[in-house]
Nanobody, 121 residues
């Protein structure tokens, strides 16, 4: 069984910063692309950023220049450094990863349960 657990969410003022973390655990042979998605109240889940195993990153236009995604392959972790936060960044942020199971050999897409980020004064 594979789990993704996010941490680091909370309340921050506009213009502030937060760093989200996500750790993968369980029967993991390898982790391919990892990423962050978010879902604001009443909206669909949307891509924030993804990063390949080799470190190539992709960002949504709305966060380019403000957010930075990174990962530590040895620790099975992915991070999202968020700066210059805006009220419209308020959402539940979900960690996502494509993981090859050491038990089955299959690659499956996994999601964390999410962490809430609220940007408000």
């Amino acid at each position: 069984q594979v789990q993704l657990v996010e941490s680091g969410g909370g309340l921050v003022q506009p213009g502030g910063s937060l760093r989200l973390s996500c750790v993968a655990s369980g029967s993991i042979f390898s982790i391919n692309t990892m990423g962050w998605y978010r879902q604001a109240s009443g909206n669909q889940r949307e891509l924030v950023a993804t990063i390949t195993r080799g470190g190539s990153a992709n960002y949504a236009d709305s966060v380019k220049g403000r957010f930075t995604i990174s990962r530590d392959n040895a620790k099975k972790m992915v991070y999202l450094q968020m700066r210059s936060l805006k009220p419209e960044d308020t959402a539940v942020y979900y960690c996502n990863a494509a993981i090859r199971s050491s038990a089955t050999g299959y690659v499956m897409n996994y999601w964390g349960k999410g962490t809430l980020v609220t940007v408000s004064s």
